[in-house]
Nanobody, 124 residues
């Protein structure tokens, strides 16, 4: 079992910044990819950013590219999502997910472990 706990969400004005954290505990994996997903009101869950812990390879949704940055601290088993230039359309519940595989995936069903989510609200 792997436990994931997100933190750092909140209310921010458009143009502001937030940093989300995802702390992992429990079993460790030699190849362990991580992803951030979000689900806005009335929308499907979508991949926001993904990163491979082993290779440091990252991917971003077009809607957040250039504004969000995913990073990790393997010593702390923590993944971060730095969110800059936030827009109202970024409002969503953000989820951290772990995938026991050598590569990342945009598909939620390819991730075995999920956090409970943290709310991000961006006001205009």
């Amino acid at each position: 079992q792997v436990q994931l706990v997100e933190s750092g969400g909140g209310l921010v004005q458009a143009g502001g910044s937030l940093r989300l954290s995802c702390a992992a505990s429990g079993r460790t994996f030699s190849s362990y990819a991580m992803g951030w997903f979000r689900q806005g009101p009335g929308k499907e869950r979508e991949s926001v950013a993904r990163i491979s812990w082993s290779g440091g390879i990252s991917y971003y949704a077009d809607s957040v590219k250039g504004r969000f940055t995913i990073s990790r601290d393997n010593a702390k088993n923590t993944v971060y999502l730095q969110m800059n230039s936030l827009k109202p359309e970024d409002t969503a519940v953000y989820y951290c997910a772990a995938r026991n595989a050598p590569s990342t995936s945009p598909r939620p069903d390819e991730y075995q472990y999920w956090g409970q989510g943290t709310q991000v609200t961006v006001s205009s």
